[in-house]
């Protein structure tokens, strides 16, 4: 058996080849985990009216794209697409009028690595509350297509998913939450009049406290000006008498 000998070109050759291939695996692996479709906000209030934009920055495997098309889950109870230059847009209505799919078709294709958007003013019913609606989304491209469509079981990571779906979670209803934060208000309104009152009561308790001391002072004040005008009197009283007896006295006698 002939032994296979590698020259050291080769094995230089091979080694390069061999740390390449792991580059490439490292750079492609969060590429891959980042390719798919997102929405925002990724979390809203049942009952409420809130406008999705969904974004996609790649391609079908480099393909530029031509068209996304997004399904509309139950639960949704109005759907209005944005108008927007970059693309045309057509709907599928159901017997309720409403649409059950949005399909936006690249007015141009749009090529990989540039940043896709398409939004759509959607109403969530109230029986939403709680939960996560998925929106199904398939990415038409010039060669091949992507069918963003799965969406995790209870309990698993939708991480793990190859073709995730976007995903929006539904919470409380948005007038209870509207009533919370009115009642919290409320509340504070409540503490802040109580205080208020509080304040004037002692406000109203040093006025009369006030009153009373200024009446005291004006009493004192009465009573020291009684005083002051009787002695004056007095003072004069007695001055008038004392220039009577002295011209009584310096009169001449009679003899």
Not at 38 to 55: K, N, Y
Not at 165 to 179: I, K, R, T
Not at 193 to 201: F, I, L, S
């Amino acid at each position: 058996m002939n032994a296979v000998s590698h020259t050291p070109a080769r094995r230089r050759t091979l080694t390069l080849a061999g740390v390449a291939t792991g580059i490439a695996l490292v750079v492609a692996t969060p590429l891959m985990a980042s390719a798919h479709v997102h929405v925002d906000p990724g979390e809203v209030a049942a009952g409420s009216s809130q406008t999705l934009t969904f974004s996609s920055s790649h391609g079908c495997d480099g393909s530029p794209t031509t068209a996304f098309v997004v399904d509309i889950p139950e639960g949704v109870t109005s759907v209005a697409p944005v108008i927007d230059g970059a693309y045309s847009i057509s709907r599928v209505l159901g017997s309720d009028g409403i649409a059950t799919q949005v399909t936006y078709t690249a007015l141009a294709p749009i090529e990989d690595g540039l940043k896709a958007t398409m939004s759509m003013a959607v109403l969530f019913e109230e029986a939403t509350a709680n939960t996560d609606i998925a929106f199904p989304v398939t990415q038409l491209c010039e060669e091949g297509e992507n069918a963003w469509i799965e969406v995790a079981e209870d309990g698993a990571d939708s991480h793990d998913l190859d073709s995730p779906a976007p995903v929006v979670s539904v919470g409380e209803l948005a007038q209870e939450s509207s009533h919370d934060h009115d009642d919290a208000a409320d509340q504070e309104s409540a503490e802040g009049a109580e205080h208020t009152d509080d304040e004037h009561a002692d406000d109203e308790h040093n006025d009369h406290a006030d009153a009373e001391d200024a009446g005291a002072e004006t009493e004192s004040g009465s009573s020291l000006a009684i005083a002051a005008l009787w002695l004056g009197i007095g003072g004069l009283a007695a001055g008038l008498a004392g220039l009577i007896v002295a011209i009584v006295r310096t009169r001449p006698s009679k003899s």
